[in-house]
Structure formats: structure tokens, C-alpha cells
């Protein structure tokens, strides 16, 4: 079975500061993952995803993330935050299977302070 | 990627009530999912659809509360019924036509009174 443990439900950095938001995952088989972001009243975009290429994967709004697989995490990163990146952020995994539920975390609310 | 609609956008309903809220997407896909995400908590897998076929429910969603229909590849409709305010959420519908990806609507906004 897959899971989704995003440690921080809020997570506040100053406007420049680097964005840490926490995911870890646990998965029978070697898992795809994702990052969503949901901004006020819109529905959930595609940050980017893991699916077995590269470990450290890019996404928009210059925003990464890095399987580690010794340490069952997928964080995501951004070197600078802007005002406009405060949102909701999921973290998903699904086991690879074409049409195989997604398992949502239970998200992040970032905050950022001008 | 794809582009998915979803209408209303939002709508406030009355007890007792249905309501039904379509989801269209701008290319042919089989696999079509129904998620609720209810205030400030995760998505919740509702069902998958798959035109041609009777959608399969998660535990903890039935037919009779939460009727599907796929009648093609690129539409799809949820139906609320006999609604409560606990059936107040964000109702979200997402595609996967790529294998590997979901891709979500908008969402439709729903407070039930």
C-alpha cells in the first residue's frame, strides 16, 4: 500500500528565503511521485513529477524536488521565495500503474512574509 | 497535459437536493477520476470512470449517493444527491491520459445549507 506524510501542515518563510516542504512516502513497489500546488478558489497544477528518470527533477516556478530513495523522501525546494508561490502544496505518490489511485498527503499551506 | 472544465464552478444547494457537475476535457482519455477534497483536508478518491464501463467506487462512496456517467471519452458527470451539509466540499475531477500523470479541473465548489 502507498502513503503520504507531509511533516508541517504551515510553513512560513520570509519573501528570499529558500521554501523546504517535506514529503515522505511510503510504497510497496518503486513509486512515481508528485508535487500539486492549489492556489485560493483553483483547483490543483502539476508542479512536477518523479517517474523513474533523474533523482532531482524540476518543475515550474523554479521549484525541485529530489528522490531519495534511502530516505523514502521527496521534498521540494525553491532557492528564493516569492509572494506569488503561497498556496496550498500536495505531495502524491502512485505506484505506477496506468489508472492506480493517487495517494494525496495531506497537504502544506505556505506562507510567505514580504 | 490536458485542459479540463469543469461547470459550475461553484453553486450553493439546499438540503435534500442533487446536484450534478460535468467534467470535460479537451482530448480523449479512458481514465477519468472523481476526487472531494473537503475544507481545509487532502483529495479523496470518490470513484474512477472509464467510458464503457461501470465506475468503481472507493470505500466509503456508493452509487446510489454519488451516480457516474462516461458516456464518451472526453465527458463525464458526478451527481451529488440527496445532499447535507456535510456533502459541502470541492468536488474535482482529474485525467490521466498520458499513463503515468493526473491532470485536475478547476474544482466545483459546493455549500449545501
Known amino acids: 500500500a502507498q502513503s503520504v506524510t507531509q511533516l508541517g501542515s504551515h510553513v512560513s518563510v520570509s519573501e528570499g528565503a529558500l521554501v523546504l516542504l517535506r514529503c515522505n512516502y511510503s510504497?510497496?513497489?518503486?513509486?512515481?511521485l508528485f508535487w500539486y500546488v492549489q492556489y485560493p478558489n483553483q483547483g490543483l497544477q502539476l508542479l512536477l513529477k518523479y517517474t523513474s528518470a533523474a533523482t532531482l527533477v524540476k518543475g515550474i516556478n523554479g521549484f525541485e524536488a529530489e528522490f531519495k530513495k534511502s530516505e523514502t523522501s521527496f521534498h521540494l525546494t525553491k532557492p528564493s521565495a516569492h509572494m506569488s508561490d503561497a498556496a496550498e502544496y500536495f505531495c502524491?505518490?502512485?505506484?505506477?500503474?496506468?489508472?492506480?489511485?493517487?495517494?494525496f498527503g495531506t497537504g502544506t499551506s505556505l506562507t510567505v512574509i514580504p | 497535459s490536458a485542459v479540463i472544465s469543469q461547470k459550475p464552478s461553484r453553486d450553493i444547494c439546499q438540503r435534500g437536493t442533487s446536484l450534478t457537475i460535468q467534467c470535460q476535457v479537451d482530448s480523449q482519455v479512458t481514465m477519468m477520476f472523481w476526487y472531494r477534497q473537503q475544507p481545509g483536508q487532502s483529495l479523496t478518491l470518490i470513484a474512477t470512470a472509464n467510458q464503457g464501463s461501470e465506475a468503481t467506487y472507493e470505500s466509503g462512496f456508493v452509487i446510489d449517493k454519488f451516480p457516474i456517467s462516461r458516456p464518451n471519452l472526453t465527458f463525464s458527470t458526478l451527481t451529488v444527491s440527496n445532499m447535507s451539509p456535510e456533502d459541502s466540499s470541492i468536488y474535482l475531477c482529474?485525467?490521466?491520459?498520458?499513463?503515468?500523470?493526473?491532470?485536475f479541473g478547476p474544482g466545483t465548489r459546493l455549500t449545501v445549507l
Open positions: 510504497s510497496s513497489v518503486p513509486p512515481y
Open positions: 482529474s485525467v490521466e491520459p498520458l499513463g503515468d500523470t493526473q491532470y
Open positions: 502524491a505518490v502512485s505506484d505506477r500503474r496506468s489508472g492506480n489511485q493517487f495517494y
